[in-house]
Every structure is written in C-alpha cells, then in structure tokens.
C-alpha cells in the first residue's frame, strides 16, 4: 500500500512539473509569508527585473518546507525556475504563482549595473526610496559602479 501510496505522490509531482512553465533568473531573497507560512521568493529575472512573486507550496507541507530549505540554500544562485499558476482557495478567479523545481546553476558572479541594482532594491522596497536608500548603504553599497550578486544580495536582506 506505501508504495502504491509514494507513486502515486511521485506521479503527481512529475504530472506538475511537465506542466511547469520555465524562466531562468537569480534567485535573491526567500521570505516566509505570515499569513499562509508560504515562502516567497524574490527572482531577478534575465532582463534585470524582478519577477513578480512566486510562492512555494505552504510550509506546514513536507514539500512546502523542503523547497522553502531548497530556496534559501540557492540565494544568490542562478536556477532554473519551474512553476504553475494555481487558483486561489480564497477566491478561484485569482490565480497565483506557485514554484514547484529549481534547477542550480551555480553561483551568479555576473556583475549588476548600478541603476539596475538601484531599481531592484526600491521595487523590492515598494517604492520607498529612503528605505531603499538606507538598505543600500547599511549594506556598504558604492553610490556609484556595478556590484555583485552578493552585495545585492545584502541589501535586499536588510529591507523590512
């Protein structure tokens, strides 16, 4: 019965993963939503944006708190991102964005132009600037020139 039990698990999860839409990016900050204990990751898309939110499945699920664990050792990562959009329980004519695989590519060592980083921080920061601006410089950002992953990475971290 436990395995007829686990392929049928394993059935579900490959039957979502061939209908997963795929975008590379770099993944940035993995934070857990109080309401729903979903993770929320933070993804800088190829074009130097960042994605809209794409949730995990809930962390009170063994498979939520694995890919939320799995999210968090990939910061600062490009990965290849698997993921559906799932209606809302709440409200079914919502959809929302859900991760269901990340692919590792290693680390991202490319370097983010300065107006790019600039605008990653304040959208992450929803728009308030002097939140933005004090992340930027608590994290020891240059005020002028290109920066890593990781110190992107450190500023993001020090938003509220």
């Known amino acids: 019965?436990?395995?007829?039990?686990?392929?049928?698990?394993?059935?579900?999860?490959?039957?979502?993963?061939?209908?997963?839409?795929?975008?590379?990016?770099?993944?940035?900050?993995?934070?857990t939503e109080a309401s729903s204990t979903?993770?929320?990751?933070?993804?800088?898309?190829?074009?130097?944006?960042?994605?809209?939110?794409?949730?995990?499945?809930?962390?009170?699920s063994e498979a939520g708190r694995?890919?939320?664990?799995?999210a968090r050792a990939l910061i600062g990562h490009r990965v290849r991102v698997?993921?559906?959009?799932?209606?809302?329980?709440?409200n079914p004519k919502l959809e929302v964005r859900?991760?269901?695989?990340?692919a590792?590519?290693?680390?991202?060592?490319d370097p983010v132009h300065e107006n790019s980083a600039k605008q990653n921080v304040l959208a992450a920061a929803e728009g308030d600037t002097a939140v933005a601006q004090r992340a930027w410089s608590e994290a020891g950002l240059p005020?002028?020139?290109?920066v890593s992953v990781s110190q992107l990475?450190?500023?993001?971290?020090?938003?509220p």
């Open 1 to 31: 019965m436990s395995l007829y039990v686990l392929g049928d698990t394993v059935g579900q999860d490959i039957a979502r993963l061939d209908a997963a839409k795929q975008f590379t990016a770099t993944l940035l900050d993995v934070r």
């Open 38 to 60: 979903r993770g929320v990751l933070l993804l800088r898309n190829t074009s130097g944006e960042l994605e809209q939110p794409i949730r995990t499945d809930r962390g009170d």
């Open 66 to 70: 694995a890919m939320i664990e799995r």
């Open 82 to 90: 698997y993921r559906l959009n799932e209606r809302m329980a709440s």
């Open 98 to 102: 859900i991760v269901v695989h990340l």
């Open 104 to 109: 590792d590519f290693g680390l991202d060592t």
């Open 143 to 146: 005020e002028t020139g290109a």
């Open 153 to 159: 990475v450190d500023a993001l971290a020090r938003l």
